[in-house]
């Protein structure tokens, strides 16, 4: 009996290929991301923070198996994420996946991690039922354990993970201060969405002023929206802030607005002198843009008085903005009663970089503010653009000559402090995340920053004319198949000419 030892040894050496290829894989990860924000693949800081983890990291990812789309792509994008943190973390990263639903004692253990079930829509039978399913994350380090409850936002899922290792590493916090006593909105209740966001991995206070100088010392500072004239004594102790720590954010209303009687004043609480020595100057105007936000204002129509939407230059939507990351990825943001910053006045070692934009339809109103808004339905705007953000790196002078203490300052000044405000127009993501952007800028964590700007964005095709929608559908339609025929016609002519070659 005759063996045929050359298939023996093809089907040998292509074992022991796939032998080695699957050993070099475990110790070596490699992959190609072709999406513009490489949204596949782990960001720069987050390869460096599981690689130089000296201790063990262990995630356990609660999970019900076999949901329904788009559920079951969020679990297959968690558990590639996490297949390239234990790729380049080694040892010191473990993951296991546990299904409540298999066993009771995972149950358990889920809702001692207070990871929630959550209800999805299930179409099982040809009937929609109602099904509850877990999705969080339970993150152990040593002794520390962070709990993302429901992955959902899978463009923020590298971003959670990365940010809740950071933190348990941390000896210290930074500390974010919101300034409070001058009239600024209470943050816990005017922005609970915000600070909710910020402390997951920072710790977030509100901080007063006395004689003795902050009530808690801030590593970051943020003022929005002050109400009330700021004593010389506080603005010298924001100005010495800024010169030890440098580190800010002034989301500042340069017109006080009284839509019921419809005006506005111009307003001077002192800090805006203080920002105009460091450089912004948030000029006393009102940015109107027509690329803005509707209101519902009443007409007569008849005998009936009935709501109608109109556009309302004074609400101006930002899209244009420059490529910074605090703002680059943002998409737009919504603004409320917006003043314009003059930028071309900076002193000397001191660099400015507009952030944000109105467009090139908008105007300003100075002097005497009427904000009627069928006062300027027929106002032509071709004034703009408006620097409506910025941000100021470098050593800011001190007005009160206080020697600066550190290498360099950040600030970020804005014409507007109600786009933080929730109260006003409930929780809008795009100025969370802006916030949460100037937060990462000033504490220096742009790595982490760099994460959060990736986005998991639609990419539809580009739109083409009606006129030649019908040619490419039926080109569609028809050419595979007339290329079958074709390829199996010369196929055929191809074995009738061998088989005659072969007679």
């Known amino acids: 009996m005759k063996h045929n030892w050359t298939s023996r040894a093809t089907i040998l050496l292509v074992a022991g290929i796939l032998a080695v290829v699957n050993l070099i ?18 960001s720069d800081a987050s390869i460096e923070l599981v690689r130089s983890l000296d201790d063990r990291v262990t995630i356990t990812a609660f999970f019900t198996e076999d949901l329904p789309a788009p559920y079951s792509a969020n679990r297959r994008f968690l558990q590639d994420k996490l297949d390239e943190y234990r790729a380049f973390g080694g040892s010191n990263f473990h993951y296991v996946f546990k299904d409540p639903s298999d066993k009771d004692e995972f149950t358990e253990e889920a809702e001692r991690y207070r990871i929630p079930a959550v209800q999805i829509q299930v179409v099982e039978n040809d009937n929609l039922q109602i099904k509850n399913a877990h999705m969080g994350l339970a993150i152990q380090y040593q002794d520390d354990r962070e709990v993302i409850g429901v992955v959902q936002e899978l463009s923020n899922l590298e971003y959670d993970i990365t940010t809740a290792i950071k933190k348990m590493q941390r000896d210290r916090l930074p500390i974010v201060g919101f300034l409070q006593g001058h009239g600024e909105p209470d943050p816990t209740q005017a922005m609970p969405r915000l600070m909710e966001e910020l402390r997951k991995r920072l710790d977030v206070r509100a901080v007063t002023i006395d004689s003795a100088g902050f009530s808690t010392r801030p590593d970051v500072l943020i ?9 010389d004594g506080h603005l010298r102790v924001i100005d010495r802030f800024m010169q030890e720590q440098g580190k800010a954010a002034f989301l500042v209303n340069r017109v006080q607005t009284d839509l019921q009687q419809g005006f506005g004043t111009v307003m001077d609480t002192g800090l805006e002198r203080l920002l105009e020595s460091y450089g912004a100057k948030i000029n006393p105007d009102l940015v109107m843009d027509e690329q803005s936000s509707a209101i519902n204002v009443q007409r007569q129509a008849g005998f009936f008085r009935v709501l109608e939407a109109i556009q309302y230059p004074f609400l101006p939507i930002v899209t244009s903005f420059s490529d910074n990351a605090m703002v680059r990825r943002l998409g737009e943001l919504r603004l409320f009663f917006a003043s314009s910053i003059d930028t071309t006045n900076v002193p000397a070692g001191v660099d400015a970089e507009p952030l944000a934009f109105s467009t090139p339809s908008s105007g300003l109103q100075t002097g005497f503010f009427m904000l009627q808004p069928q006062m300027f339905q027929d106002r032509e705007l071709n004034e703009g653009p408006f620097t409506l953000g910025a941000a100021y790196t470098g050593l800011l002078p001190s007005p009160y000559g206080v020697s600066p203490s550190v290498s360099e300052s950040r600030m970020v000044v804005f014409g507007d402090g109600d786009f933080v405000d929730e109260s006003l127009a409930g929780p809008i993501p795009s100025s969370i995340e802006a916030v949460l952007n100037m937060v990462d800028w000033l504490v220096l964590d742009e790595g982490i920053l760099a994460i959060r700007s990736k986005k998991i964005d639609p990419r539809p095709l580009d739109p083409i004319d009606d006129g ?19 390829v199996g016609l010369f196929r055929w002519r191809r074995r009738k000419l061998e088989m005659r070659t072969g007679q």
């Not at 929005?224 to 004593?231: F, L």
């Not at 339609?477 to 079958?484: G, I, K, N």
């Open 25 to 42: 894989s475990v110790n070596w990860f490699a992959r190609v991301d072709l999406t513009d924000d490489d949204v596949y693949s782990l």
């Open 223 to 231: 003022v929005v929206a002050p109400a009330d004239t700021i004593p």
């Open 468 to 486: 030649f929608k019908a040619p490419i559908k039926y080109f569609a339609l028809l050419f595979p198949p007339f290329l079958v025929v074709v």
